[in-house]
């Protein structure tokens, strides 16, 4: 205790010294509050100035803050502020209470319990208390939210194979509802969920979740949003509309919705019932619409954001300027960037190539990550460079070996991927085995007309070149990207093999692209779950296909139920790693970059907020100090230093 005691002491002085600001800020008094789940104490003093406001923007219509259906890292700022799971993470990225003041397992891991915290009111859009508490009953009802397919459950395959009886239970609701099932009614199979499925409440403050198979990772689903609480009887009362409204949702977290105006305004206001509160220093957290991110640096100058990514325009733009100062590279985290093909598009063209290989690792071989890198970080575009599902620096044996050390991964991990001659030898390869003896005309391809409106629409003629539509987001950075990898396609592989036809969504690029199909090749960021292969791999069988992309990878799927059955870390790391390998070596993916590690400038005070890899802690605002200056670079590096070191020093007591 005295060790930790005297890190959060020295962290304290830290920012006392290296803030350098006048004036005092919201505090908590200097009380020191030391354990799981604490955050850095606030100590008042003259040299310090604090906002109590956060300000951002978003860009896209919020129409759900439902936190069981998000499906975008922006929606997680929402629900992971104002909704609290069973557990955290603190600043140094270690599991601690939350709901949940404390938890056990049994010796295999087949069950585990929650104590909960007691008479923790849930609120409503005013801040005030309701007539409910958070208790037991309602982490059994969200967890039956989940279970209904009805419902569709973001991430909903993450877990259907980890709680006992949920996969049948889920099933079961699926097949009554496509008219497979008939022989038994849906009131009937709901009903059966509380003696099916592995999740009950033991007592008013105590839920207790049994394992389909000894689970030594659960507690890394303790921070998630399949296992998020909701109170049954406002369920009941707002049905369907759950979500939709800040009047349609109750709040347990360190904020509540206050304000939600469609495209202009959100508000979130600090909860005055929250668990924690005194660890809650910023009191208003505020989102504005913008469509338009290329006002944002002069918006962060202004003292109207609270942060900002920097694009590599903006390093050189602000490098030698009064700014200069303010800009630091962030931490790499957790999220992948890929690549992926829709075998299931409209484009008769890319249709019938993708189902061939060498067609496939033509593609990703002619896509050169660096390059793209290079637009956020052009002083070492390799930094941001990615080549494996699943990320590095998360995943360890019991001997502290990497997951992406094990078996030929280490190679992928190792190894650029970008090879222009062999790219073309392999789109060479690809022609001859598509076209006929003429030697343009694709083999089974019916000329037409292509509808992927409102992204695009035109002719197809059955010839080479193939035609691939890449769809893009809107961003600056975004667009640069597509034009970057159509430049990349059609000079790697010639212009006389493929054309690339980028498309850009008006508004919604799940709604326009996704939710229609509009789209041949894509790249996405795909976020780490929890701590173990299966977190990622799982999610990329036929079955669940987490890309969109329609495929039938049979023998993908068999490693993966084979790497779900075994429980020895090491032997379990060596077969999911073998798996990866397979969907790289096939190419139905190509990861390329990290999330994370963008240059930034920010008022907000490094490593306050909750730490981690994965999970929806990383998102939340609690703990936050925000400065009325800007943070140096040398303040960042610094404190980077401090955290480095005191987590270092935790993990070795």
Not at 295 to 300: D, K, L, S, T
Request: with cysteine.
């Amino acid at each position: 205790m005295k060790k930790i005691l005297a890190l959060l002491l020295a962290l304290t002085m830290a920012l006392t010294m290296l803030a350098g600001c006048v004036g005092t800020g919201e505090t908590d008094g200097g009380k020191e509050t030391v354990g799981p789940g604490s955050t850095t104490p606030v100590v008042e003093t003259p040299e310090v100035t604090y906002q109590d406001t956060y300000k951002t923007t978003f860009s896209s219509s919020i129409t759900t803050m439902n936190p069981y259906t998000i499906e975008t890292a922006s929606d997680y700022w929402f629900s992971a502020n104002f909704l609290d799971a069973l557990l955290e993470t603190d600043q140094y990225g270690r599991f601690s209470p939350c709901m949940a003041e404390s938890w056990e397992h049994n010796e295999d891991y087949t069950v585990w319990t929650f104590h909960l915290r007691k008479d923790i009111p849930w609120v409503d859009y005013t801040g005030e208390k309701t007539e409910f508490i958070v208790d037991a009953d309602d982490f059994v009802a969200g967890m039956r939210y989940v279970a209904d397919p009805a419902n569709a459950a973001n991430g909903f395959g993450t877990i259907r194979n980890i709680i006992a009886g949920l996969y049948d239970y889920y099933y079961l609701l699926s097949d009554i509802d496509d008219g497979t099932v008939t022989d038994v009614t849906r009131e009937a199979a709901l009903a059966s969920f509380d003696t099916t499925v592995g999740v009950k409440a033991l007592d008013q403050y105590t839920v207790e979740y049994t394992m389909d198979h000894p689970c030594p990772f659960f507690d890394s689903f303790g921070q998630q949003d399949l296992l998020l609480p909701v109170e049954q009887a406002f369920l009941d009362t707002v049905g369907a509309e759950y979500g939709t409204d800040k009047d349609k949702m109750l709040y347990n977290g360190a904020y509540y919705v206050s304000t939600w105006d469609r495209d202009k305004q959100i508000t979130m206001t600090k909860n005055p019932y929250y668990w924690d509160v005194d660890n809650v220093h910023v009191t208003t957290l505020s989102f504005e619409y913008v469509a338009d991110s290329s006002a944002a640096v002069e918006m962060f100058k202004r003292g109207e954001l609270s942060n900002v990514s920097l694009s590599s325009e903006d390093v050189t733009t602000l490098t030698g300027t009064e700014w200069e100062q303010y800009i630091y590279l962030s931490e790499k985290t957790a999220i992948t960037y890929w690549f992926s093909f829709n075998f299931a598009t409209r484009n008769p063209e890319l249709a019938a190539a993708v189902q061939n290989e060498n067609f496939r690792k033509a593609i990703f071989a002619a896509i050169d990550a660096v390059t793209l890198s290079a637009i956020y970080e052009p002083k070492n575009p390799a930094f941001f460079t990615r080549y494996t599902l699943l990320p590095e620096g998360f995943m360890f044996d019991a001997d502290g070996t990497d997951y992406t050390d094990y078996g030929r991964l280490k190679d992928y991990k190792n190894t650029d991927p970008f090879n222009a001659e062999q790219a073309l030898a392999n789109m060479q390869a690809a022609v001859a085995e598509l076209v006929e003896a003429d030697g343009v005309t694709l083999k089974g391809v019916t000329p037409g007309k292509v509808d992927m409106l409102p992204i695009n629409e035109w002719d197809v003629d059955g010839k080479l070149p193939i035609d691939i539509v890449y769809s893009s987001g809107t961003s600056e950075s975004e667009m640069k990207k597509a034009e970057l990898v159509k430049n990349m396609l059609e000079t790697y592989l010639g212009k006389e093999n493929v054309n690339i036809i980028l498309g850009f969504p008006a508004n919604d690029f799940s709604a326009e692209v996704y939710d229609l199909g509009n789209w041949d090749l894509v790249d996405d960021s795909y976020s780490f779950r929890y701590a173990d292969p299966s977190a990622n791999l799982d999610r990329c069988t036929s079955d669940y296909d987490i890309t969109y992309s329609t495929y039938s990878i049979p023998d993908y799927d068999a490693m993966i139920a084979a790497a779900d059955e075994i429980y020895d870390i090491k032997a379990r790391y060596a077969a999911f790693a073998d798996a990866e390998c397979w969907l790289l070596d096939h190419a139905y993916i190509k990861p390329y970059m990290t999330g994370g590690g963008s240059y930034r400038m920010t008022y907000i005070v490094p490593f306050t907020t909750p730490g981690g890899g994965f999970g929806r802690s990383q998102y939340k605002m609690k703990g936050a100090l925000i400065q009325t200056t800007p943070v140096t670079n040398e303040q960042y590096q610094a404190l980077k230093a401090q955290n480095e070191s005191e987590r270092a020093a935790l993990a070795g007591n």
